[in-house]
Structures are given as structure tokens and as C-alpha cells.
């Protein structure tokens, strides 16, 4: 498996299942854009670590992936600097969990404007590129919620089922050029992003998953870089799980 002189844009790439992802794919030999809307400083140290550790070139891009103009800006700069884009994995996402009796209406908006209409503008984006050189591929991040629903998470799983709606379309559209589109639905993975729930939370979920433990950035980021493979040329508008069985 070699992504040599293949570029990847990865979201939410700074840290968390983003970062592992871009290193993943530099590890294979993909030069890597990370777009993320942390600070300056964070992003920049990030794509030098993943350039040092690899030899590979990146760079940092802050951009709100919510943005639809900013958005195009920062791919048609990317395009502009590593000459195209053959893999685009849209990891960014955002929670912000409550019971819909307490969530406020921007709750609801503010998950729905990153987590899904970020995955549409990147796409939207990138497709006109996608379909000229009718070849790429383009990994979306779901989550098991949005496959089977969580109290206190209705703006989330309503995202994430929405993120496996845009797969299923887009592989649709995409797959006679060439462009396999497939989404990952990871479970409980430790990352910032589930550090904040409390011991008990956590000792739920490692009870209720078969595999007994939560699973690492890392096993996503393996699921991911099979589908941006060669081997994985003829899967499109496929969901995987990555879970350790949580939602079987
Ligand atoms: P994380 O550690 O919180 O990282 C999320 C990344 O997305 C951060 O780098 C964040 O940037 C970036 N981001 C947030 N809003 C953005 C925006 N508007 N524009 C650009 N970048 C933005 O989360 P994670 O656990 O790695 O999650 C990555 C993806 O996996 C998310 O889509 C999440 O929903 C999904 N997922 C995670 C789990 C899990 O258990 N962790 C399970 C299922 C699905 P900042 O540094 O600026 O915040």
C-alpha cells in the first residue's frame, strides 16, 4: 500500500483521530494538508511533526469547515500548492450534547453547520477537481450514533446519519469517475473529544462494548487508510464500524 505523491486533506487533522489519520497516510507516503480551525501555532506544529517523523510535505490551512466560502478558498489553495487532492477525509466534528428539552437552538446549529454541512462543503469543493481527474477517494466520519440513535445527542447522531445520507449520495454520483466515496462509523474511541465524560460513563460503555475496551485513534485510522487504498477500489458507499462490536 503506497500513497506516494498523492495528496490527502484531512480535517480536523490537529489532533485527535484527524491527527492519526494524517499519520497514517504519511506513514504510506502521502503528502498531507491539514484543515482545522485551531490556532495557528497548534496546526503548524502538528504538520511539522507529521513532515519530520515521515518526510513527507504538509502544511497547515485554518479553516472553519462550516464556512462554505472559506471552505473553497482553502481547497482551491491546496489544489494551488500540492498540485490536486486525491484523498479528502472529512474527520472534523464538533459535540455538543444535551436532552432536547434542555438543548438550545444553537446547539442544534452549530453541530448540524461543522459536522454536516462541513462534510457538504468540502465535497462541493473538491468535486468539480474530483470528477476532472476522475480518480480519488473521499472518507467521511460518521459515528455508531448515527446509526443507532443516543439520548442526549440528537443534534450529533442527526449529523452523523445525515455524514451517511451525503456517502451514500456522493458514491452515487461519483463511482463511474472513478472516486469511491465510504464512510467510517467509529464507537467509543479515547480522544479529547470523549475524555470529558465522567468515570462512569466510561466504565459503561467498556462494560457494554463485546471487545472490553474502548478503541484508539489509531484503529480508525487503519480502517481509513484501507479505503483510500488500492485494495479497496471496488468498495464505495460502504459504512464500516470501527467499534469493537458496540453496535452489532
Ligand atoms: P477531537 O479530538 O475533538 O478533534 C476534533 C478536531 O476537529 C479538532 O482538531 C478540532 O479543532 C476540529 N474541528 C472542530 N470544529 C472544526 C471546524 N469548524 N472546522 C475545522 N476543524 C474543526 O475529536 P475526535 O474524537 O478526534 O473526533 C474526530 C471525528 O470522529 C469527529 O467527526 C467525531 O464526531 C468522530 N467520532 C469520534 C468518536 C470518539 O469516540 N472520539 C466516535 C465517533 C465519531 P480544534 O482543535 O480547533 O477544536
Not at 135 to 160: C, E, H, P
Request: proline fraction near 2%; charged fraction near 25%; charge should be neutral.
Amino acid at each position: 500500500m503506497s500513497f506516494k505523491d498523492k495528496t490527502a486533506l484531512v480535517t480536523g487533522a490537529s489532533r485527535g483521530i484527524g491527527f492519526a489519520v494524517a499519520k497514517k497516510l504519511a506513514s504510506l507516503g502521502a503528502n498531507i494538508a491539514i484543515v482545522d480551525y485551531c490556532s495557528e501555532e497548534a496546526g503548524v506544529v502538528s504538520a511539522a511533526a507529521i513532515a519530520e517523523e515521515f518526510g513527507v510535505k504538509t502544511a497547515f490551512f485554518r479553516c472553519d469547515v462550516s464556512d462554505f466560502n472559506a471552505s473553497k478558498e482553502t481547497v482551491d489553495k491546496i489544489i494551488d500548492e500540492f498540485g490536486g487532492i486525491y484523498i479528502l477525509v472529512n474527520n472534523a466534528g464538533i459535540v455538543k450534547d444535551k436532552l432536547v428539552l434542555k438543548m438550545a437552538e444553537s446547539d442544534f446549529d452549530d453541530v448540524i453547520n461543522v459536522n454536516l454541512k462541513g462534510v457538504f462543503n468540502m465535497i462541493k469543493h473538491t468535486y468539480p477537481h474530483f470528477a476532472k481527474k476522475r480518480a480519488g477517494r473521499i472518507v467521511n466520519v460518521s459515528s455508531i450514533v448515527g446509526l443507532t440513535g443516543n439520548a442526549g445527542q440528537v443534534n450529533y447522531s442527526a449529523s452523523k446519519a445525515g455524514v451517511i445520507g451525503i456517502t451514500k449520495s456522493t458514491a452515487k454520483e461519483l463511482a463511474s469517475r472513478g472516486v469511491t466515496v465510504n464512510a467510517v462509523a467509529p464507537g467509543y474511541i479515547v480522544t479529547d473529544m470523549t475524555k470529558s465524560l465522567g468515570d462512569s460513563a466510561k466504565e459503561q460503555f467498556e462494560k457494554a462494548i463485546p471487545m472490553k475496551k474502548g478503541g484508539t485513534p489509531e484503529d480508525v485510522a487503519n480502517v481509513i487508510s484501507f479505503l483510500c487504498s488500492d485494495d479497496a477500489s471496488y468498495v464505495t458507499g460502504e459504512v464500516i464500524r470501527v467499534d469493537g462490536g458496540l453496535a452489532m
